[in-house]
C-alpha cells in the first residue's frame, strides 16, 4: 500500500481515492480528484497551471534543491524487514520533517521579504502625497499661531518687567 | 482417398418437398411484376428467366447431390464393399443414375422452352409457356421420388458408419455369436458396445480406439458369423466377412471354451477353418474366452486336442476371461506386437522404405576405440529418483494445516519469509506516516545522512539564517503606516461616494447646490481645523431668503420698492381700452378668433396633427344605403 503523488497537482493519493490512467505507451498517470483528471484531458500544462505544485517548484516559488528533500526518493529495490533499521528510520523520519518544514518556510519568508520593503515604499509615499485626504496642510497653524503670540506676550509682558 | 466421414453429405429432399422448395424460391427471388402493356421483348424477359431460373435450381441441387455421395469406384475397396452390403451397389448407382438422367432431362426441357419463349407474341402466351416449362421439370423431378427417398435413407445411414481408417493399426474381433467379443472390446477400450445374453446383439461394425506402445490403435468388433457358406450370409455376417477380407489388421479369433454361446467347440473348429482363407497374411491369435468358467485343463480329451491341433500349427492359443480380465492384456500385448513387426516387414519390403527407415532403425555410430563411455546422470537426478521411490514422508500442507485447525485458520504468509531476525516474522510492518511512505525512506545509511543533516541545520542556525528579524519600526514608522492606512480608507470611501453620482442625469452646477453648515464644519474638524466659535465667518450669515416671514407691523415701512411699482400698472385685457362698449367688443372679437380653432380642436395654426388617420366608421363595413359617392 503506497500514498501515490497527483500527477497534475502532487497531492497525496490515498488508496481508495482518485483515478488512474493507462495510456498506450504504458506510463501511469494518477489524479487525486476529477478537477485533476479534467484538466489534464484538457491537455493543460501542469508546469504553466498556476495553483500546482509544478508550477511552483518551476517558478521558484518553493523550495527545490535541498538535501532535506533527498531523504524520500522511491527506491525501486525493496529492503528485507529488519525491525531496527525501521523503527530507526521512522524516527529519522520525524526529524528529516522537522528540518524540512522548517527550511521551506524560511525559504518563502525570504521571498517575502522584498514585499514587505516595497509595503514600507509605497506607505512612506502614500503619506507625502495625499496627507491632505485627513489632515488639512494648516490644520494645527493658528492653535500654533495663537501660542506663538502666547509666548510672544508673555516674553513681552516679562521684558517689560 | 476419399473422405471417411460420411456425415458431409446434405440432406435430399423428397420430390414433394423438392418440388415445393424450387419453386417457392423461383417465386421470392425473380421479379414478380408485370403487365400486358409492356414492351414484348422485357414480357419475354421475365418469364425466360424465371424458367432459366427454375432450372438452374434444379441443377445445382441434383448436381450436389451427385457429388455429395461418393462414388463406390472412388473410395478404399472396404467401405465400397461395406456399403454394397449395406445398401446393393447395383441400387446405389442406378438411384444415382436416375438422378443424373433427371438433371439432364431438366435442362433440355428449359432450353427448349426458352427458345420457344423467343417467339411469344403476348403476355398469356409466354405465360403459358412457362407454365409448361416449369410443369414439366416438376413432373420430371416427381418421378425421381423413389430414387430421392432411398438416397436420403442411404445418406442417414452412412453418417452413422464408424470412422474406421483401413490403413492403420487395428484389431479385429471375430467369432460365433455371443462368445465374448464385445465384452473384450469393452474391457480394452473405451467403447461401450451393447452385451446381452442373445445372439446378434452386435448388429454392425463397432470401433474402439486404444493406446499402446505411445501408438494409437483401432479394435474393431464384428457381429458373430455362422457357419453357412458365403452366399447364404445375410447383411449382419457379410458385414463381418467385409471387415475381414479387407482391413489389413490382426485377427483376434474368440472361442467359448465352456459353449455357453450354443454352440459347441467342433462347430467353432469348423467354422475357424472355413474362414482360414481370410485369415491369409495376417498375425492370427484364438482367443480362448470365458475361462473362468472353465479352464481348457478341464475340457474333455478331443477338445483338448482341438486346441493342440491348433497350436500346433504356429497358431497362438491364449486363454482369457473377460469377466476377471485375466489374460486380456497378455492377448493385447501378443496381438500388438505381432502386428507391428508384421506391419514394419511390409514396409521394409515396400519401395517406401527410405521414407520410414529413420523410424525402424536406429543408427548408432560405430566404436573408434574400447573406452567405455558411458551415459552421464547427474547426481541430483538420481537422489531425486531415489526420493520418489521411497515413501518420504511429506512435509505438512497448509492445507492440512486448515482442516486441522477448522475456524480458527488464518493463512499467515508472514511465517515463511526469509529474514535476518527469525523473531521479527510476526511484526506488523508499517507503510505510511503522516502521508509519507515509509518504504521510500529507507536506507541503510539512513542515520549517517541524518547526522549530516543535523549538522547542517545547526551551521545555518548558527549562521543566523533562523534568527526572526525583530520588526525594527520604530514609532515613526507605526505612525506612518497608520496615516496610510487611513488615507487609503478615505480614498476609498470617495471613490464609492463618487460612483454613486448620477451621471446620466442632468447636471448641475457646483454653485447650485446649497452647502450645509453643519457638514461644512463636521469636515473640516475631520481635517483638522477648528471649528469652534465661528458664527461672525460669513458662511454663517443667513441669506435674505432664509429670512422667515414675520407678522407685518404696521409702523414699518416697505423696505423694497419692488411690489409698489407693479401695482400701478393696469391689466393687459384692460389697457388701451376706451370704454366699456370697447371693452365688450374686444372681448367678442377675442372669443370669435378663437371659434374656428376650438371648433377644429386645434390649439392654434400651426397645429395639424391628426388624431386618427383611419377612423373606423369611414372605413368598416358594407356600401350600405347612403351616398356611395365616397368613402
Redesign the interface.
Known amino acids: 500500500?503506497?500514498?501515490e503523488k497527483c500527477y497534475f497537482c502532487s497531492a497525496?493519493v490515498y488508496p481508495g481515492h482518485g483515478m488512474m490512467f493507462v495510456r498506450n505507451d504504458c506510463k501511469m498517470f494518477r489524479f487525486c480528484r476529477s478537477k485533476c483528471h479534467r484538466n489534464f484531458k484538457r491537455k493543460r500544462n501542469p508546469r504553466k497551471t498556476r495553483w500546482t505544485k509544478a508550477f511552483r517548484k518551476s517558478a521558484g516559488k518553493e523550495l527545490t534543491v535541498d538535501?532535506?528533500l533527498e531523504?524520500?526518493?522511491?527506491?525501486n529495490i525493496?529492503?528485507?524487514?529488519?525491525?531496527e533499521?525501521?523503527s530507526?528510520?521512522?524516527e529519522?523520519?520525524?526529524?528529516?520533517?522537522a528540518?524540512k518544514n522548517?527550511r521551506q518556510a524560511?525559504f518563502i519568508f525570504n521571498r517575502l521579504k522584498k514585499g514587505k520593503e516595497l509595503e514600507?515604499a509605497?506607505?512612506?509615499s502614500?503619506?507625502k502625497k495625499?496627507?491632505h485626504?485627513?489632515?488639512?496642510p494648516?490644520?494645527?497653524q493658528?492653535?500654533q499661531l495663537e501660542d506663538k503670540m502666547v509666548q510672544k506676550l508673555a516674553e513681552d509682558v516679562e521684558m517689560d518687567e | 482417398m476419399a473422405l471417411y466421414n460420411f456425415k458431409k453429405i446434405m440432406v435430399v429432399p423428397t420430390a414433394k418437398d423438392f418440388i415445393d422448395l424450387t419453386l417457392s424460391k423461383t417465386q421470392r427471388k425473380t421479379p414478380t411484376v408485370i403487365h400486358k402493356h409492356y414492351q414484348i421483348h422485357r414480357i419475354r424477359h421475365f418469364y425466360m428467366r424465371k424458367v432459366k431460373f427454375t432450372q438452374q435450381n434444379y441443377h445445382d441441387r441434383l448436381s450436389q447431390i451427385l457429388t455429395d455421395f461418393p462414388k463406390l469406384d472412388d473410395i478404399h475397396p472396404f467401405y465400397a464393399d461395406l456399403m454394397n452390403v449395406l445398401y446393393d451397389k447395383d441400387h446405389y448407382k442406378l438411384a444415382l443414375g436416375q438422378i443424373n438422367i433427371a438433371k439432364n432431362l431438366i435442362d433440355n426441357v428449359a432450353k427448349d422452352y426458352v427458345r420457344l419463349m423467343k417467339y411469344g407474341d403476348s403476355l398469356y402466351r409466354c405465360k403459358q409457356l412457362k407454365r409448361a416449362a416449369l410443369g414439366r421439370m416438376c413432373t420430371i423431378l416427381k418421378r425421381q421420388k423413389q430414387s430421392l427417398e432411398y438416397l436420403e435413407q442411404v445418406r442417414q445411414h452412412l453418417s452413422r458408419l464408424p470412422t474406421i481408417d483401413p490403413n492403420t493399426r487395428t484389431l479385429l474381433l471375430c467369432g460365433y455369436p455371443n462368445v465374448g467379443k464385445s465384452s473384450f472390446i469393452n474391457k480394452v477400450t473405451r467403447a461401450d458396445v451393447e452385451v446381452q445374453p442373445y445372439a446378434f446383439t452386435t448388429k454392425s461394425l463397432f470401433v474402439g480406439h486404444m493406446d499402446y506402445k505411445y501408438l494409437r490403435w483401432q479394435v474393431v468388433d464384428t457381429p458373430g458369423i455362422l457357419d453357412h457358406p458365403l452366399e447364404e450370409r445375410n447383411t449382419i455376417e457379410m458385414q463381418a466377412i467385409t471387415a475381414l477380407a479387407h482391413l489389413r489388421a490382426a485377427v483376434l479369433y474368440v472361442m467359448d471354451v465352456s459353449e455357453q454361446c450354443g454352440h459347441t467347440l467342433a462347430q467353432q473348429l469348423e467354422l475357424f477353418n472355413n474362414i482360414r482363407p481370410l485369415f491369409a497374411n495376417k498375425p492370427l491369435i484364438v482367443m480362448a474366452n470365458k475361462c473362468d468358467v472353465k479352464k481348457i485343463s478341464e475340457l474333455s480329451e478331443e477338445n483338448q486336442k482341438i486346441f493342440a491341433d491348433i497350436s500346433a500349427e504356429g497358431v497362438t492359443v491364449i486363454e482369457t476371461s473377460s469377466l476377471t480380465e485375466e489374460g486380456v492384456m497378455q492377448v493385447k500385448t501378443e496381438a500388438c506386437d505381432r502386428l507391428l513387426a508384421h506391419r514394419v516387414d511390409a514396409k521394409m519390403k515396400s519401395k517406401k522404405v527410405h521414407d520410414v527407415l529413420n523410424r525402424l532403425h536406429l543408427a548408432v555410430p560405430a566404436k573408434r576405440d574400447q573406452k567405455e563411455r558411458p551415459p552421464f546422470i547427474p547426481e541430483g537426478a538420481l537422489l531425486r529418483r531415489k526420493a520418489m521411490e521411497t515413501d518420504a514422508p511429506k512435509r505438512k500442507l497448509e492445507r492440512d494445516l486448515e482442516v486441522e485447525m477448522g475456524d480458527d485458520y488464518t493463512l499467515d504468509l508472514q511465517k515463511y519469509w526469509d529474514l535476518m531476525n527469525p523473531e521479527e516474522k510476526q511484526d506488523k510492518i508499517p507503510e505510511i506516516w503522516e502521508g509519507h511512505n515509509i518504504a521510500d525512506y529507507i536506507d541503510p545509511d539512513i542515520m549517517k545522512r541524518l547526522e549530516d543533516l543535523e549538522q547542517e541545520e545547526e551551521l545555518r542556525e548558527k549562521a543566523g539564517e533562523y534568527d526572526s528579524e525583530e520588526e525594527s519600526e520604530d514609532e515613526e514608522m507605526k505612525e506612518i503606516r497608520q496615516l496610510a492606512s487611513q488615507i487609503r480608507e478615505k480614498r476609498k470611501l470617495k471613490i464609492l461616494a463618487s460612483k454613486e453620482k448620477d451621471t446620466q442625469g442632468p447636471r448641475m452646477p457646483r454653485t447650485a447646490k446649497k452647502v450645509d453648515r453643519v457638514t461644512l464644519e463636521k469636515e473640516m474638524s475631520d481635517l483638522g481645523l477648528d471649528m469652534t466659535d465661528k458664527n461672525d465667518s460669513h458662511y454663517a450669515q443667513r441669506s435674505r431668503s432664509l429670512v422667515r416671514k414675520r407678522k407685518r407691523e404696521v409702523s414699518a415701512p416697505p423696505l423694497s420698492r419692488t411690489r409698489s411699482q407693479s401695482a400701478s400698472r393696469p391689466p393687459r385685457d384692460q389697457s388701451g381700452v376706451r370704454d366699456a362698449k370697447m371693452l365688450k367688443k374686444v372681448k367678442t372679437m377675442m372669443k370669435s378668433s378663437q371659434k374656428d380653432m376650438n371648433r377644429q380642436g386645434r390649439k392654434g395654426e400651426s397645429d395639424r396633427h391628426v388624431f386618427d388617420l383611419k377612423p373606423k366608421h369611414l372605413l368598416a363595413g358594407k356600401r350600405k344605403s347612403g351616398t356611395t359617392s365616397r368613402r
Open positions: 500500500m503506497r500514498i497525496p538535501n532535506s531523504f524520500e526518493k522511491r527506491r525493496p529492503v528485507k524487514y529488519n525491525r533499521l525501521w530507526k528510520t521512522v529519522a523520519m520525524k526529524k528529516v520533517e528540518i522548517k524560511r514600507k509605497a506607505d512612506i502614500e503619506v495625499n496627507i485626504l485627513i489632515k488639512a494648516h490644520a494645527g493658528a492653535k
